[in-house]
C-alpha cells in the first residue's frame, strides 16, 4: 500500500469517527441557530462551539507535536490575500441557504444517511451547484472578474498571512499554538455556560470527537505521511487532485464529489471525496446502531422546492465563500483565520436574517420527532 492509499484510507477512518459523532450527538450549527432564536434554548448550539473549542485546543496541541505552523492549502485559510468579498457574499448566500435547506452540507449527509430522501435531493443540488460554480463559466466568467477585485493583499501592510496570530505581530508556531490554546480554553468555557439539559454529555462528546478528527484531518495531510504522499504525487505523471494540507470541509469536497460522479476513471478520488463518502458512511452506521434509520419520503412539493432552492444556495455560497459551517468554523477557526471568522460570522447573518423572515411570514419551526429529522 503505497503513501497515497495509506493517507485516503487514514482519511475514511477519520471521517467515519467524525459521521457517527455527527449522527449520535444531533451535530447541527443550523439546528442550534433556529432553537437558540426562536425556542431560547442555545444548548444544541453551544455544542457547535465546543467543537470549535476541542478544534482549537487539539490543532494547537498538534503544532506543538509536528513543530510547525500548519499552512493549509484547500482551502488556503492562511493566505495573504484576504478574499473579503467572497466570505461576506459567499457567507450570507450559505447563511441563507442552509436555513431553507433544513441544514448544512454535513447535517444533510447525516440526514441522507438515515434514509431522508429530501435530505439526499438537497446533497444532491448542493453538489450540483458546487460543481457549477468550481468547473463552469458560471464563477469563472460571470464572478470572478468583479469579485476578486475586491481582494485586499495583506502583504502590503507586512502581514506574513491572515492568521489571527499576524494581528499583533507574533510570529511562529510557537506563538500560533499558544495563542490557538488560550482561544480554545475561552470557547469551551462560553460553551459550557450556555450548555445544559439531559443530552449534554452525549453532544459535548461528539463535539469533542468532532474536534479531534478536525485535528487528525490536518495531522493525516501535514504529517509524516502526508509528507510522503506530497513527495511521491510530485513524481507521477499524472498526480491525484486535491492534495496538500488540509481537513473537514464541504464545500469543494462536494464539487469534487460531483465531479468524481461523472469521471470515475479520471485522477479525481480526492482526499475531499473520501471524508465526504466515509462521513456518509460513518453516520448511516451510528444511525443503524442507534435504531434511527428511518426512510423518509417528501412530504409537500412546496416544503421540498424550498428546500431545493436553499440546496443550490448552500453549495454555490460554499464554493463562493471559500468554506462552510465546518470548513470555517472548525478547520478555518483552527488554524485562527480572520477569513473564517468573517465568513461565519456572515453565515451566522444571512442564517439570522432568513429565521426572521420565516418568522415573520409565519413559518413553524419543525417541533417533536420532525425536528430532529429536519433541522
Known sequence: MNSIVQLLAGGFVVSLVLGGAAQAS?????????????EGRPQRLSAYFAATGFALLAVAG?????????????????????????YVLGGLLFGSGMVLARGCPLRTLVL?????????????????????????????DWIAPWILRLNLDLGRWGWQSQGLDALPGLHGWQA???????LGALVLVLAARASAGETRRMRWAGSALIGLMVAAGYWLTAGPLGTRAANDAAFMS????????????????????AHFAMHAHAQTFTFGVVLVLG??????????????????????????????????????GAVLGLGCTVGHGLS???????GSALGLACIFAGALGTIWIESRCGAKAPVGLRAQWES
Open 279 to 316: 462521513t456518509f458512511l460513518g453516520a448511516a452506521i451510528s444511525a443503524l446502531v442507534r435504531r434511527e434509520f428511518r426512510v423518509q419520503l417528501p412530504r409537500e412539493p412546496r416544503d421540498l422546492a424550498r428546500r431545493l432552492l436553499g440546496a443550490l444556495m448552500t453549495g454555490a
Open 112 to 140: 441522507s444517511a438515515q434514509g431522508s430522501v429530501p435530505a439526499l435531493l438537497s446533497l444532491g443540488a448542493m453538489s450540483v451547484a458546487a460543481f457549477a460554480m468550481t468547473s463552469g463559466f458560471v464563477f469563472n
Open 176 to 182: 500560533r499554538a499558544l495563542l490557538g490554546l488560550a
Open 26 to 38: 444531533q451535530f447541527c450549527p443550523q439546528g442550534g441557530l433556529r432553537e437558540a432564536v426562536v
Open 332 to 338: 478555518g477557526l483552527s488554524v485562527l483565520s480572520l
Open 238 to 257: 499524472q498526480p491525484p487532485d486535491g492534495m496538500g494540507v488540509q481537513s473537514f470541509s464541504f464545500a469543494g469536497p462536494l464539487s469534487d464529489l
Open 62 to 86: 498538534l503544532q506543538w507535536l509536528l513543530h510547525q505552523g500548519l499552512q493549509p492549502s484547500h482551502p488556503p485559510y492562511l493566505s495573504p490575500h484576504f478574499a473579503w468579498g467572497r
